[in-house]
């Protein structure tokens, strides 16, 4: 258990609507990334916040958006599904702004799938 | 454009033998790399990682191998166990930018 969690576990909805997915960082953790694993791809940064601020900003659709609370929880809202954003997403967390020389612990996902 | 290649989609090793994971890279600023495990219906967890200074880290069973002029790095595990069938990701970054994942190597240690 890497003290990350995920809500839900799976989701699924239809095209045209709308999802938030909720990750609550380990204890302690400042920083909280998002992650998406589509079919054989490897897992695509989508953005990352640190102590409730954008710091990074990866492949992340417009449809998509994030933010990161005060009490260090994150959701990310996808709009306007497409058959596409069907995925699993991951959030990580790590103690510190930069990913240098240290590693992110990740939570086990929520898997969305779009029908 | 995929930064970081893993072209081995899957690998098949028997127990007590070692298993040999590649993976290449393009960025020649990448600086940090790291191999992550993911067992289905979980989250990677971090393995093992090395910086650019450096050209072999070890850990336990796992080692891992550096070869920036190749931009190739290797994770290597010995003696394989039926426990480490997993899937493998390599990841890199540069300068504490984002981190850039291979696509995976599925691991399946045969008892």
């Known amino acids: 258990d890497s003290g990350v969690t995920q809500t839900p576990k799976h989701l699924i909805t239809a095209t045209g609507q709308r999802v938030t997915l909720r990750c609550s960082p380990r204890?302690?953790?400042?920083?909280v990334y998002w992650y998406q694993q589509s079919l054989d791809q490897g897992l695509q940064f989508l953005i990352q916040y640190y102590n409730g601020e954008e710091r990074a900003k990866g492949n992340i659709l417009e449809r998509f958006s994030a933010q990161q609370f005060p009490d260090l929880h994150s959701e990310l809202n996808l709009s306007s599904l497409e058959l596409g954003d069907s995925a699993l997403y991951f959030c990580?967390?790590?103690?510190?702004?930069?990913?240098?020389?240290?590693?992110?612990?990740f939570g086990p996902g929520t898997r969305l799938t779009v029908t | 454009d995929q930064q970081v290649k893993q072209n081995s989609p899957s690998l098949s090793v028997q127990e007590g033998r070692i298993s040999i994971l590649n993976c290449d890279y393009t960025?020649?600023?990448?600086?940090?790399f790291l191999w992550y495990k993911k067992y289905p219906a979980e989250g990677p967890t971090f393995l093992i990682s090395i910086s650019s200074i450096k050209d072999k880290n070890e850990d336990g069973r796992f080692t891992v191998f550096l070869n920036k002029s190749a931009k190739h790095l290797s994770l290597h595990i010995v003696p394989s166990q039926p426990g480490d069938s997993a899937v493998y990701f390599c990841a890199a970054s540069a300068f504490g930018n984002q981190f850039y994942f291979g696509t995976g190597t599925s691991l399946t240690v045969i008892p």
């Open positions: 204890s302690g953790d400042l920083s």
């Open positions: 990580a967390s790590s103690p510190r702004p930069a990913t240098s020389f240290y590693e992110q612990y």
């Open positions: 960025n020649s600023m990448f600086d940090y």
